[in-house]
Nanobody
Framework: QLQLVESGGGLVQPGGSLRLSCEAS????????IGWFRQAPGKEREGISC????????SYAGSVSGRFTISRDNAKNTAYLQMNSLKPEDSAVYFC???????????????????WGQGTQVTVSS
């Protein structure tokens, strides 16, 4: 079974940046689409970004568009979420997810994904 481990979370001041990583094992990320989700206390888990298996299609929620960038390095079995211009409302636990896919598309819908990481905390505060 594919296992995903997120890293890179932490405490950052408003306006700062963080890069989250999502490393897969023991299988490769070939032929998988990757999604990033976040969940704040008392709120639903929100799909904020996804990337297709080949990296040629990406999608972003309006709340992060223009500030976050998703990418992947299949040779390293790792996906990334670069987060810039962070705001206090970005504070949440961030999860990566994966699903077997060959199409040049992805969805930011929780139910589409089969594999999930345990999450990494991001706190944006002064």
């Amino acid at each position: 079974q594919l296992q995903l481990v997120e890293s890179g979370g932490g405490l950052v001041q408003p306006g700062g940046s963080l890069r989250l990583s999502c490393e897969a094992s023991p299988f490769t990320l070939d032929n998988t689409a990757i999604g990033w989700f976040r969940q704040a206390p008392g709120k639903e888990r929100e799909g904020i970004s996804c990337i297709s298996t080949g990296g040629d299609y990406t999608s972003y929620a309006g709340s992060v568009s223009g500030r976050f960038t998703i990418s992947r390095d299949n040779a390293k079995n790792t996906a990334y979420l670069q987060m810039n211009s962070l705001k206090p409302e970005d504070s949440a636990v961030y999860f990566c997810a994966a699903v077997g896919a060959t199409q040049a598309m992805c969805l930011r819908e929780r139910r589409w994904y089969d594999y999930w990481g345990q999450g990494t905390q991001v706190t944006v505060s002064s």
